[in-house]
């Protein structure tokens, strides 16, 4: 079968400085195939929530393409104009803003790589060939009775609709290939980039430190941990650094601001997170265990292994199977204290580890996926 020659990715993410796993298999893509086209659907703007937060409201920015590859990427944010309670015509005005982006860019028939599960309106609505790929169990997620029925309905449409389906974790595979086959593809690391030597970031403490790096949310990160890691690495003089996009609460995220020796430090572009990694006295990963994140196949256990840093860990899915390696120490509670400040304060090297999986091998998998997608004529 030929590749797929133009695709639209429904993400869960925005096209911006810190990338995740679509975007780098959407890079990877654009790289090895000359005649690829994507357009990247970003997650759509919501004045109406940001008005009732008390936030500045904000519109999406539309259809624009991309730096790089050649105007072959191009992305498109929608705008949510009325909120989900008032029904579904709400997902089927997204839908529709996505087919007319479709129809500007002239494509008749993309493939459609859904992401987000919220977008299964824009599969019934179009037909167009189809792969799901799911990153994170949302459904184990805290959320509320709504919109956890929403969700559940939306992955039970999409998992009996779509063409191919695609999960991150073996915990995935194991529960969405219940119901049907699916393929699993970890996630990974740009190995080279991670590996290469980068200046200390003026910002890094110089100090005994202990690094986070990813998404601050109540749903993977314990707080309570992290204030506990905190005050015992203050005894010795340390500090915790958190660096990555700020969700949580109002209320936590003050109470880590305020809190001492954690400076939260807030997203920085993905070329520099490295410099980061690379100088840090440990990388840790103060997850809660629950069945939402033993879901999940974490990035950053592929960047702090291509690294070579010591690393602290909760029992949580990914970091559970490295335990015992050379330099992975996997606790929880007081132990998970203790072993971060144990591996703060001796500034251990580096490890040369091998077998880090490459993005690259990543995306050769996934237009594996791709290829056996069927070739069909539908409506945009």
Not at 65 to 89: C, M, N
Request: aromatic fraction near 6%; glycine fraction near 6%; hydrophobic fraction near 40%.
């Amino acid at each position: 079968m030929s590749h797929p020659s133009r695709i639209v990715v429904c993400s869960l993410e925005a096209w911006d400085e810190v990338w995740r796993r679509n975007q780098y298999l959407v890079d990877n893509l654009l790289n090895d195939d000359a005649e690829l086209e994507v357009l990247f659907v970003e997650p759509p703007a919501d004045p109406s929530h940001a008005l009732s937060h008390g936030r500045r409201t904000q519109f999406g920015t539309g259809l624009r393409l991309a730096s790089g590859y050649e105007g072959r990427l191009h992305t498109f944010q929608p705008t949510k104009l009325l909120p989900r309670r008032v029904g579904a015509a709400v997902d089927s005005m997204l839908a529709r803003s996505v087919r007319s982006a479709v129809r500007r860019l002239g494509w008749e028939t993309p493939t459609l790589w859904i992401n987000d599960p919220r977008w299964l309106p824009l599969l019934e609505s179009t037909g167009w060939p189809s792969l799901y790929d799911i990153t994170d169990d949302w459904i184990q997620a805290e959320r509320g009775t709504r919109e956890h029925d929403l969700l559940a309905a939306s992955d039970a449409g999409l998992l009996a609709r779509c063409d191919e389906v695609v999960v991150c974790s073996p915990a995935l595979q194991l529960s969405k290939g219940a119901a049907r086959e699916v393929s699993l593809i970890r996630n990974a690391v740009d190995v080279d980039r991670y590996r290469l030597p980068q200046d200390r970031p003026a910002e890094l403490p110089e100090v005994p430190t202990a690094l986070y790096v990813g998404t601050l949310h109540e749903d993977r990160l314990d707080v309570e941990l992290v204030l506990a890691t905190a005050r015992r690495l203050a005894e010795f003089g340390g500090r915790l650094v958190l660096v990555g996009p700020n969700a949580l609460t109002a209320r936590n995220a003050q109470r880590l601001e305020l809190a001492l020796a954690i400076d939260v430090l807030g997203s920085r572009p993905k070329e520099s997170i490295p410099a980061y990694l690379q100088h840090a006295g440990v990388l840790i990963v103060p997850h809660v265990v629950d069945d939402f994140t033993d879901s999940l196949d974490p990035i950053k256990l592929y960047e702090y292994l291509a690294v070579g840093r010591p690393i602290v860990s909760t029992p949580v899915a990914g970091f559970r199977d490295e335990s015992g390696s050379g330099g992975v120490v996997v606790a929880g509670g007081g132990d998970f204290v203790e072993a971060v400040a144990r591996a703060a304060s001796q500034q251990a090297p580096s490890l040369a580890r091998e077998g880090v999986p490459d993005w690259s091998d990543r995306a050769a998998e996934l237009r594996a996926v791709l290829d056996r997608l069927p070739s069909r004529s539908a409506t945009a």
